[in-house]
């Protein structure tokens, strides 16, 4: 099974409340949404907390290759192996992720505009509306 995975993570203040939403879809239909409220994060440790929960739930699906999509350059570079990891905040959150792909058999990450994730990042920012009420 094949999924393609949109994924953001909000933070009001960077760092401040923060929250994580996505879409996953399968054969181009949707099959799960997602919305959580974080805590208090920054908005990089948001994006990586929405990866992490979309490759949970990908694997809990069966899905043996995920095509991620976010609008994160650092963090699609950073999974890519093209910047370094290298703020101490991160790295436990890479290694989390780096861990759960040897889970799948094949893995893609895409860097795409604000536009094309927009249903991901109004989610993440619903999770934290619900978070601060």
């Known amino acids: 099974m094949r999924v393609e995975v949109y994924v953001d993570g909000a933070s009001r203040g960077n760092p401040g409340p923060a929250g994580v939403g996505g879409v996953i879809l399968s054969c181009g239909r949707e099959v799960r949404r997602f919305k959580r409220f974080i805590g208090y ?11 992490l929960t979309a490759l949970k739930l990908a694997m809990e699906m069966g899905a043996r290759r995920v095509v991620v999509k976010s609008d994160s350059e650092l963090l699609v570079k950073q999974l ?5 990891v290298r703020k101490n905040n991160l790295t436990p959150l890479y290694d989390k992720v780096m861990q759960l792909l040897r889970n799948f058999e094949e893995f893609e990450i895409r860097h795409v505009s604000r536009e094309e994730n927009k249903t991901a990042d109004r989610l993440a920012n619903e999770a934290v509306d ?3 009420k």
């Not at 994060?41 to 990866?51: F, Q, S």
């Open 130 to 132: 619900r978070g601060l």
């Open 41 to 51: 994060a920054t908005n990089n440790e948001a994006e990586y907390h929405a990866l």
């Open 80 to 84: 890519r192996g093209e910047y370094r």
